[in-house]
């Protein structure tokens, strides 16, 4: 499996972004799938993360109600919707594809990650 995330940059506060994150191969549709970030000088964090079929979804309690993970198996896409950006959200964002059908939260249960996209906030 390779996972392409795509769809970072610089955003003014309050603004939003939509990443995506394309995977290869035919089982997409099996697997849970997940967003994390990583900020300098931190360790990388979970953000939110959805089950094989898009109906159950986890966030972070600090992303709840901003920001939205949903999946279209047809495209084999992932997508994260982030509104009422913040300062602190700047980091760099990861896709990941779990290890099984389940939503995961942490990074261990994770087996492919994509190569990253920088998410920057700020005026």
């Known amino acids: 499996v390779q996972l392409q995330a795509s769809g970072g940059g610089l955003v003014q506060p309050g603004g939003s972004l939509r990443l995506s994150c394309a995977a290869s191969?035919?089982?997409?549709?099996?697997?849970?799938m997940g967003w994390f970030r990583q900020a300098p000088g931190k360790e990388r964090e979970f953000v939110a993360a959805?089950?094989?079929?898009?109906?159950?979804?986890h966030y972070t309690d600090y992303v709840k109600g901003r920001f939205t993970i949903s999946r279209d198996n047809a495209k084999n896409t992932v997508y994260l919707q982030m509104n009422s950006l913040k300062p602190e959200d700047t980091a760099v964002y990861y896709c990941?594809?779990?290890?099984?059908?389940?939503?995961?939260?942490?990074?261990?249960?994770?087996?492919?990650w994509g190569q990253g996209t920088q998410v920057t906030v700020s005026s």
């Open positions: 959805i089950n094989w079929s898009g109906g159950l979804t």
């Open positions: 191969g035919p089982t997409f549709g099996s697997y849970g």
């Open positions: 990941a594809s779990a290890e099984g059908p389940a939503y995961r939260v942490h990074p261990g249960e994770y087996n492919y």
